[in-house]
Antibody, heavy 122, light 108 residues
Framework: EVQLVESGGGLVQPGGSLRVSCAAS????????MAWVRQPPGKGLEWVAN????????YYLDSVKGRFTISRDNAENSMYLQINSLRAEDTSVYYC???????????????WGQGTLVTVSS | DIQMTQSPSSLSASVGDSVTITCRAS??????LNWYQQKPGKAPKLLIS???SLQSGVPSRFSGTGSGTDFTLTISSLQPEDFATYYC??????????FGQGTKLEIK
């Protein structure tokens, strides 16, 4: 069964740091771009970052550049999001998702994790 | 970055009705447009990719059209399980792959 499981969320004080993780199973992890999408409570989806199969290419949402770092460990079938200098507006459910791509359709996301909640509050 | 403007932000309809949700891009983006459905407490579910390509297992009452800057998602003959929030997402060129603001479809 193809599965993504996030972990590492929790309550963090403003200015703090946190690393959220995504464990993949049931597919060849190293063959796929992967991405993080977040959703503040009661609000819409926001694409955050993605990473190429070998980790050599990464893209970020402008508002998180310099504070968020996406990475992966193909030997461990895992992806990570290091979040530094946390702000209240970073409070969200963070979803891990597998990126599919086709030349005639671009990228799209079929497989998602259940999400992990990061709450930034003092 | 491409901005996506989705409308309406909310919509009330009855079982059996047909509804249309619109997504407009800030620049031309071919057909690189996806539609997702999300129910409370759940991850999004991909309905349509490439503006009009229905995903396997998605009922045929869902359909998507459009290219360039204007896209629509139509749900015909609404079923009780269709009441959810819908998002468009552009994946044209390089990221960020922005989502629309969402449309909450409620039962009238």
């Amino acid at each position: 069964e193809v599965q993504l499981v996030e972990s590492g969320g929790g309550l963090v004080q403003p200015g703090g740091s946190l690393r959220v993780s995504c464990a993949a199973s049931g597919f060849t992890f190293s063959s796929h771009w992967m991405a993080w999408v977040r959703q503040p409570p009661g609000k819409g989806l926001e694409w955050v970052a993605n990473i190429k199969q070998d980790g050599s290419v990464k893209y970020y949402l402008d508002s998180v550049k310099g504070r968020f770092t996406i990475s992966r460990d193909n030997a461990e079938n895992s992806m990570y999001l290091q979040i530094n200098s946390l702000r209240a507006e970073d409070t969200s459910v963070y979803y891990c998702t597998r990126e599919e791509w086709a030349s005639d359709s671009g990228s799209y996301y079929i497989v998602w994790g259940q999400g992990t909640l990061v709450t930034v509050s003092s | 970055d491409i901005q996506m403007t989705q409308s309406p932000s909310s919509l009330s309809a009855s079982v059996g009705d047909s509804v249309t949700i619109t997504c407009r891009a800030s620049q031309s983006m071919g057909n690189f447009l996806n539609w997702y459905q999300q129910k409370p407490g759940k991850a999004p579910k991909l309905l349509i990719s490439a503006a009009s390509s229905l995903q396997s297992g998605v009922p045929s009452r869902f359909s998507g059209t459009g290219s360039g800057t204007d896209f629509t998602l139509t749900i015909s003959s609404l079923q009780p399980e269709d009441f959810a929030t819908y998002y468009c997402q552009q994946t044209y060129s390089t990221p960020p792959y922005t989502f629309g603001q969402g449309t909450k479809l409620e039962i009238k």
